[in-house]
């Protein structure tokens, strides 16, 4: 195999995980709380698009090490009691059985015991424990401060812990259903400049218009490319086919 179809046939399977994370960013374009996935690629490829030159995956390795942007996603509001939207920089906490995990999506609901959870089940943490709503009173009567603490009726029950990281969002790594885990040496700490948001959810941060413009110039790249190796593999039998009749 030459250097050039190498590197091709290296950029295809690259393209590919890239074609899955853009997928994955438009199916999740109305997912409350989700952060799009971009890489090293997407802005090297739209680099090469906007100075008007020929997209090639023959110029060099191509990494696709994939981020995660954590921009902040439009707050609408939603009139769900249960619904909380972050206002700056912070994460909602989950305590699972394997441990601690993070979130921006404030789709919360209260489970057959009181606690208050996520719309995956797992537990909300809050600053002293998990808060547990009484069972005589209704969603209707929860309100939820600008500073997270939640009162149920006449009773303060909790206080939602939201947290940062000082050490940046590169302490992250998504684990699905839009949470992620921290890395052993992250110290998550109290969020300062953060605004809970009751009765509000955020939007994804997707950017659907460029996420579909992605799309179809990453089926263009990868179908102009398997036509280079098609092509190749051609050149390549006919020259075979010369060489043995000559034989």
């Not at 994955?24 to 996935?37: H, Q």
């Not at 939602?160 to 302490?171: C, D, K, M, Q």
């Amino acid at each position: 195999m030459t250097e050039a179809a190498g590197q091709i046939c290296s950029g295809i399977d690259s393209l590919m995980q890239q074609y899955m994370a853009v997928a994955n960013n438009i199916a999740n374009a109305n997912t409350a709380g989700y952060k799009r996935s971009i890489s090293s690629f997407s802005a090297d490829l739209n680099r090469q698009i906007q100075n008007l030159k020929d997209v090639s995956l023959t110029t060099g390795q191509i990494d696709v090490k994939q981020n995660v942007d954590f921009s902040q996603g439009q707050v609408v509001p939603t009139g769900r009691p249960l619904d909380v939207a972050l206002e700056g920089k912070g994460f909602l906490t989950l305590e699972t059985p394997t441990g601690p995990l993070y979130t921006r999506n404030g789709s919360l609901e209260v489970n057959a015991l009181g606690q208050l959870v996520d719309s995956a089940g797992r537990l909300v943490a809050g600053q002293n424990g998990p808060i547990v709503i009484p069972p005589e009173v209704s969603v209707s009567s929860i309100r939820i401060g600008t500073d997270g603490t939640l009162q149920a009726g006449d009773q303060e029950v909790g206080k939602l812990s939201v947290v940062e990281f000082p050490g940046g969002t590169g302490e992250l790594e998504a684990v699905g259903f839009g949470s992620y885990r921290a890395t052993a040496d992250a110290k998550p700490e109290p969020a300062r400049d953060i605004r809970v948001r009751q009765g509000c959810q955020e939007n994804s941060n997707v950017r659907i218009m460029e996420e579909v413009v992605n799309l179809i110039t990453l089926s263009r790249l990868y179908e102009s490319h398997m036509n280079i190796l098609k092509q190749q593999r051609d050149n390549n039998s006919a020259m075979l086919s010369v060489a043995n009749s000559q034989g």
